[in-house]
């Protein structure tokens, strides 16, 4: 009886121990898995980090080597340092591998980038020996930002070209990828030294393994933009996409569809349904196993985004139009409002610490949600977007959802994604607030509102590529019909700059929005005085307009203020929007959305003859002489010119210049230029020089 005891007690303890047996994680690397620069490296390192997240039924250990390279022929090879023969002799149950940052180094990735494959490969396979078992992660790599000291010369081009590699071995290898660049990217401010990340960014590191490992990824999820009221894009393929836990079976019930699809290995689902036209309301059930969505009154109809900064956001109730627009809101039903209001406006004050940890972490707009159109939602809504989509849904008769993130002030660099400006125009992203390429402004405004920060890389929304990473990131991968554009007050002192950024805001839009031909349709700067940049800045944007692609632009200069940079006319803005993609976007052609468009000018002996586009009716605004053109000599001094209308074009000629050379229209900050076509709407400020020479 006593050996039977004993043999039952010796079986408990064994049970005991094999219940007792943990996970094993092995967390291979360089000075980012160690936890280089963190002061509680033992604590806040992202393994340390992760074992707290896993709990007691895992075992993580940290296995980083600062300086580590991936490379067998690198300037410290991984495989022959001490932490790799630990880690092997750990035999872990899960290896997870983040290597490649020193690979950047010069003295490794020009002479050996042909063997990293293959190097990488026999890592691979020398802890599939230690541990037949094991499960093998590998990580695309966290970002190196544009303050490393080798950014330019060669850092950020091969950094590239190794997550292209790592892509390509998780794809041939039968290894897991756990992306660890795209959660950090649009962090910089978690990187002191533009390399390694403190202990929140070592955080994130360590939860977005966690989820990868136990396939946590919270469950079901929607994105923001997807919510009861929501327009739907019709005419296009119903793209669908989410979160879920890896492996759960997704199921969407749709119109008269139905659809499934699989959670992958990062918790992504995606769906498409066929497309649909104008309707509603329907109702959408999006569910898994142990959650269900059931999303009310959805719309298929036309989705526009509306951007820029103070113009675009300038709210209904503070036009000349609100009283009669905001008593016409309560029938406009077909009208839906996404508005994403700011947290904090960026208004002459300082911010608050509160406020300046919730820009850090891109929290700068309150979650929105869809709001049908009424005399409440619209008094606080763009005027200017509010009038574009209330001719739209009138002239498509279908709902228009309308999704506004406009923020006043704010420069057009301030709305491009960091990898474009990485690649395009890395200078504009080094110390924004003394960078000449901002404006002074907009530099001082930061300055202002952050003056209470403790944080040395505190975040601004003009901070280039800031409200990309807040503002647009959230709502692109939503099916939109197009984009309305009102910005370039804080980009006016530097036409040039201007004229560099520009094409990059569309195509960086374009790529987000998945949609190579996106339409763009744009507001030219109104009038106001004394800006003297402005007359060329608009001719630039009218240059603009023809030379990038499928970019259209509507004349304001005609409704300014010459006092005041927020004109209060915001109805023909939103109209002349409207009319541009009514005719453009939709292929209304009998539709004129343009003034008379010039398009050339050419010597007929004292006088210049201007041809235009649009040209049908052409005659002054308002009374019987026309305003605002002048002609130049070889001198280059301009002097004011008369004109007159000959058939569909303009002669125009000065007393004082015999030769004319040159001409120039609307050429003042405030401008009483009044040329306009049968349909009223007017030409826009333009320049030609050197006319007639050789």
């Known amino acids: 009886m006593k050996r039977i005891c004993i043999f039952c007690l010796c079986c408990l303890m064994a049970v005991g121990g094999m219940a007792k047996k943990r996970i094993r994680v092995a967390c291979v690397g360089n000075s980012v898995t160690y936890g280089y620069l963190l002061k509680e490296r033992e604590t806040k390192a992202y393994p340390a980090q992760l074992q707290q997240m896993l709990g007691s039924d895992y075992e993580v250990g940290n296995f980083g080597h600062s300086g580590a390279t991936l490379l067998r022929k690198g300037h ?77 010369s060669g850092t950020r081009d091969w950094h590239e070209q190794i997550q292209h590699r790592i892509e390509q071995i998780a794809a041939t290898s039968g290894v897991g990828l756990i992306d660890l660049h795209v959660p950090l990217h649009c962090r910089p401010d978690l990187f002191p030294d533009a390399l390694h990340p403190n202990a929140e960014g070592a955080g994130i590191l360590a939860s977005t393994v966690y989820s990868s490992i136990t396939g946590d990824y919270g469950g079901l999820s929607l994105p923001p933009t997807y919510g009861d009221g929501m327009v739907m894009q019709r005419n296009r393929p119903i793209r669908l996409h989410g979160t879920a836990d890896v492996g759960e079976r997704v199921k969407v019930e749709f119109l008269s569809h139905k659809a499934e699809a699989t959670a992958d290995a990062a918790g992504r689902w995606s769906i498409s349904l066929p497309s649909a036209p104008a309707g509603g309301p329907y109702e959408m059930v999006v569910k898994t196993s142990r959650r269900e969505i059931r999303l009310k009154d959805i719309w298929m109809g036309e989705v526009w985004v509306c951007s820029g900064q103070s113009n675009m956001e300038w709210e209904l109730r503070r036009t000349l139009e609100a009283k009669q627009s905001i008593a ?106 003394q960078n000449d390429h901002i404006q002074p402004w907009v530099r001082g405004r930061g300055q202002l509102n952050t003056k209470q920060a403790a944080h040395p890389l505190q975040r601004h929304p003009y901070e280039p590529c800031y409200l990309f990473e807040s503002g647009i ?219 007639g020479r050789p």
């Open 76 to 152: 410290r090879p991984y495989h022959l340092l001490p932490e790799f023969r630990q880690a092997l002799d750990f035999r872990a149950d899960i290896v997870v591998i983040h290597l490649g940052l020193n690979d950047t180094d010069p003295r490794n990735w020009p002479n050996h980038a042909d063997e990293f494959i293959g190097d990488y490969r026999a890592l691979i396979d020398s802890f599939r020996v230690a541990n037949p078992k094991a499960k093998i992660w590998i990580c695309k790599m966290t970002p190196i930002f544009h303050t490393h000291r080798r950014f330019l």
């Open 328 to 433: 016409a809101a309560d029938t406009l039903s077909r009208l839906h409002f996404y508005n994403m209001r700011e947290i904090a406006r960026t208004d002459a004050y300082e911010w608050s610490p509160a406020v300046l940890d919730s820009m850090n972490k891109l929290l700068h707009y309150h979650p929105a949600q869809w709001e049908r159109c009424s005399s409440a939602t619209a008094a606080d809504f763009s005027a200017v977007a509010f009038h574009f989509g209330r001719m739209l849904a009138d002239s498509l008769g279908c709902h228009v959802g309308l999704i506004l993130n406009a923020v006043g002030g704010s420069g057009i660099e301030a709305w491009i994604d960091r990898t474009t400006m990485e690649r395009e125009y890395p200078q504009i992203l080094h110390n924004w607030m």
């Open 473 to 691: 990131r959230p709502v692109a991968d939503y099916e939109v019909a197009g984009v309305i554009w009102y910005q370039g007050e804080s980009n006016a002192h530097n036409v040039e700059l201007h004229e560099r950024l520009f094409p990059l805001l569309c195509s960086s839009w374009r790529t987000a929005f998945g949609r190579p031909d996106l339409p763009f349709h744009f507001v030219q700067l109104s009038s106001i005085g004394p800006r003297t940049s402005w007359p060329l800045f608009r001719d630039s944007q009218r240059r603009l307009a023809s030379s990038v692609p499928h970019t259209w632009m509507a004349v304001s200069s005609d409704v300014g203020d010459s006092l005041d940079v927020h004109p209060r006319r915001k109805q023909p803005v939103g109209e002349r929007l409207a009319l541009n993609a009514l005719r453009h976007t939709y292929g209304m052609r009998h539709l004129t959305a343009s003034g008379p468009e010039f398009v050339n000018a050419s010597r007929q002996g004292e006088s210049l003859q201007l041809t235009f586009r649009h040209a049908e009716g052409m005659r002054p605004a308002s009374g019987d002489r026309f305003c605002g053109f002048e002609v130049a000599g070889a001198d280059g001094i301009y002097h004011v010119a008369e004109c007159r209308v000959q058939g569909n074009t303009l002669v125009v000629w000065s007393d004082k210049v015999p030769q004319p050379e040159a001409v120039r229209y609307g050429w003042r900050a405030f401008t009483r230029a009044n040329l306009v076509n049968s349909a009223g709407l007017p030409c826009s400020t333009f320049r030609q020089e050197s006319i």
